[in-house]
């Protein structure tokens, strides 16, 4: 299964930041209580998580009882629900935070591919980018879903954008030299490829790539 971008373990931090579930400084209120409770639930029992959600929900929790039912469903197989209830909490939740909506959007990006909707991953994780143009990982996502689409283009950008906000992502790195692979660009392919293999020498993709682009080169007489 694929693991999404934000571990379940962080999911409750960003709410911190979110208007109204607190209800005062230094005191926990009991919706954020009860949203950490039923995070915490999924990993260990999603299905029990997801009836706790629908019952929160039910008594009128607004969209972090969504986001944990959306969580658990995707812990549950059902990607393709999933990621709808993830795009739709994220764009529901007006008093969240921007950030804590970009990672949500980022979430149901992951859901689409793990449901093999490329296309609508890409949207996901560009929607997310509305909310935090700065977040490396949804630019990254953005390039994975453009990759998967073989999209070498939009691929190469969203992997260059990645690496101006966080030059260290082994992923980004893979991904553009991919990327420059595809579009003939031998000699960029491999820079990039060395730049992953510097971080990771132990990257599977990246071994596979790196006799990608050899044979190419032989190919090319390069």
Do not use: K
Not at 100 to 110: F, K, V
Not at 162 to 187: F, I
């Amino acid at each position: 299964m694929r693991i999404l971008r934000q571990t379940l373990a962080g999911l409750a931090l960003p709410v911190l930041l979110t208007t109204g579930l607190q209800a005062q400084e230094g005191e926990v209120s009991f919706e954020q209580a009860q949203y950490e409770a039923c995070l915490a639930l999924i990993s260990r029992n999603a299905e029990a998580a997801y009836e706790e959600g629908l019952a929160w929900r039910a008594q009128g929790g607004s969209w972090p009882a969504m986001h944990c039912i959306a969580l658990a469903q995707f812990e549950l197989g059902q990607h393709g629900i999933a990621a709808r209830r993830l795009e739709s909490t994220a764009e529901g939740a007006v008093v969240a935070t921007d950030a804590t909506r970009a990672i949500i959007l980022g979430q149901a990006g992951d859901a689409w591919i793990a449901a093999r909707e490329y296309a609508f991953a890409e949207r996901a994780f560009r929607r997310g980018r509305d909310f935090n143009a700065g977040d490396a990982g949804l630019a990254l996502g953005v390039a994975e879903a453009a990759a998967l689409q073989e999209n070498w283009e939009a691929a190469e950008e969203a992997a260059s954008d990645a690496l101006r906000l966080d030059s260290s992502m082994v992923r980004a790195w893979r991904v553009r030299a991919q990327a420059r692979l595809e579009m003939g660009n031998l000699d960029g392919a491999a820079d990039d490829l060395a730049e992953t293999l510097g971080r990771d020498n132990e990257d599977i993709d990246a071994l596979v790539l790196r006799g990608r682009i050899n044979e190419a080169r032989r190919l090319s007489g390069g």
